[in-house]
């Protein structure tokens, strides 16, 4: 069982920075891959970004790219998602997930976190 808790969530204007937390425990490995995603009512999961536990190794979608940063701190088995230049369309509940293949496909992943609000404001 790996465990998965989100946090940092919360209202901000556009332009705005946010920084989400995924603190990791259980049975987590150097080989998983963490990854972000976000869903908004009525839409499908979108993938977000995913990296790597032991190399870093990062992949971003179009729609973030140059505005997000996702990282990891492995003494704290964390990862992070940074969130810059904010726009209203970013406002979803945003996922933490974690998956042993490389992948941008959510039914890949097989743990999940709770999901945090992000809102962003015009």
């Known amino acids: 069982q790996v465990q998965l808790v989100e946090s940092g969530g919360g209202l901000v204007q556009a332009g705005g920075s946010l920084r989400l937390s995924c603190a990791a425990s259980?049975?987590?490995?150097?080989?998983?891959?963490m990854a972000w995603f976000r869903q908004v009512p009525g839409k499908e999961r979108e993938f977000v970004a995913r990296?790597?536990?032991?190399?870093?190794?990062?992949r971003y979608a179009d729609s973030v790219k140059d505005r997000f940063s996702i990282s990891r701190d492995m003494t704290k088995n964390t990862v992070y998602l940074q969130m810059d230049s904010l726009k209203p369309e970013d406002t979803a509940v945003y996922y933490c997930?974690?998956?042993?293949?490389?992948?941008?496909?959510?039914?890949?992943?097989?743990?999940w976190g709770q999901g945090t609000q992000v809102t962003v404001s015009s």
């Open positions: 990296i790597t536990w032991s190399q870093g190794r990062t």
């Open positions: 997930a974690r998956s042993q293949w490389l992948s941008t496909l959510g039914r890949d992943y097989d743990y």
């Open positions: 259980g049975r987590t490995s150097s080989a998983d891959v």
